[in-house]
Every structure is written in C-alpha cells, then in structure tokens.
C-alpha cells in the first residue's frame, strides 16, 4: 500500500493566522482525503481533494475556511485559515488503498493543531 | 444519515483479560473496516469484513460481521498492554468515502 508523508506532525498558531498541512504519497493516486478529528473524538470528512479539478467539500466545510490544492498526483496541501481555538483538532490525509479487492484507506500520521 | 455508534465509549481492563467492542447501525453496509489508531499515528487499517456472518481472526483479534450487515463486533483475547488504542469501525458510503464509528479508547494495563 501507499506511504503518506504528512507535516508538519505538530504546530501551535496563533487564533487569527493560517496553517498549510502538506501531504505526499509515494505513488500516484486519483484521490486523496482530509479528514479532521476533534479531541477525544472520531474522523469527520472535511473534503476530497482531485488532481486538476476543484476540491469536494463535505456539508460545514466551506473552500474559504479551507482550501485545498492538488497540483499533482502525488502531493495535496490543506490550508487552516483564520484560525480559532476551535480548529484545534489532529488532521490527518489518506488515499484508498490500492487493488481492486482493497477497502479503506492508508492514513498519514497526522497534524496536531494547537490554536491558541 | 448513517451513522455508526461504537460500545463502549471506554475500557481499562488488566493485561490478560477479554473483551469486545461493538460497531452498530440502523443501515444496511456493503462492507465495514476496523482501524486502530495509536497517539501521534493515523489510524490502521486491521481487517475488511464483506460477508454477512463472516468470522476473520487476526492472531489474538476476532472481527465478525452481522448476519444483517449492520453491525460488527472486535473480540481480543488475552489483552497486552501493546492493543492499547483508538478502535473505529468505518463503513463506505460512496465511491472511496467512510463514515467512521464513534470510537472505542481501549486502555490494557500491565
């Protein structure tokens, strides 16, 4: 399967400022994902990034409060902007895994946003 | 909305102990996942289960999926304190997407 080089693996922010999550997969993929997990909590969905189209984001996720970009096939970037301590939360990117009989998703190892 | 709710919430138990975790829904899933995430890691992937009824073993780990395919359980014998973790259970609801499980927080003391 794929292997997700995801940083920075931690940051502290300031409220008000911005944060570019970079992910990189060691082989090509059509699809990649950003997930946001809360304190304590599950994995929630933000948006699908796709390589030479716009990203798709789930219901309370808006591209201002989030962009993505996907410039290739192997690299995405998540953008936290205008932060609040509200986005304090472990984001983490995956791809599916890979062969036709495979479900789920490999995971990069996250990024623990403090926002302060 | 499909939604999956995983019982319990938390457990502590003692090396060497058994347990199970649910994974439960009111929707009918093709298939459903079960992760375990350690701090500072994504999570990872355990075991795919597709058939209604089916039983997979993964050495000291017991995944079943329901009869129904809305419900799943995780059964560890012998708990070590190295099955310490975040256990979701995820469903697919769309090309490529899931919907993870509430989370189970197993905590094995030594």
């Known amino acids: 399967s794929a292997v997700i080089s995801q940083k920075p693996s931690r940051d502290i922010c300031q409220r008000g400022t911005s944060l570019t999550i970079q992910c990189q997969v060691d082989s090509q993929v059509t699809m990649m994902f950003w997930y946001r997990q809360q304190p304590g909590q599950s994995l929630t969905l933000i948006a699908t990034?796709?390589?030479?189209?716009?990203?798709?984001?789930e219901s309370g996720f808006v591209i201002d409060k989030f962009p993505i970009s996907r410039p290739n096939l192997t690299f995405s970037t998540l953008t936290v902007s205008n932060m609040s301590p509200e986005d304090s939360s472990i984001y983490l990117c995956?791809?599916?895994?890979?062969?036709?009989?495979?479900?789920?998703?490999?995971f990069g190892s996250g990024t623990r946003l403090t926002v302060v | 909305t499909q939604l999956l709710e995983q019982s319990p919430q938390f457990l502590s138990i003692q090396e060497g102990e058994n347990l199970t975790v649910y994974c439960n829904s009111s929707s009918v899933f093709s298939s459903l996942q079960w992760y375990r995430q350690e701090p500072g890691e994504g999570p990872v992937l355990l075991v795919t289960v597709v058939t209604g009824g089916e039983v997979k073993k993964l050495k000291r780990l017991t995944f079943q999926f329901g009869d129904a395919r809305k419900d799943s359980s995780l059964h560890i014998t012998a708990a070590q304190p190295g099955d310490t973790g975040l256990y979701l259970c995820?469903?697919?609801?769309?090309?490529?997407?899931?919907?993870f499980g509430t989370g189970t927080r197993l905590k094995v003391l030594a």
């Open positions: 995820a469903g697919p609801r769309g090309t490529y997407k899931y919907i």
């Open positions: 995956s791809v599916p895994l890979q062969g036709s009989d495979s479900y789920g998703y490999t």
């Open positions: 990034a796709n390589q030479g189209s716009e990203a798709t984001y």
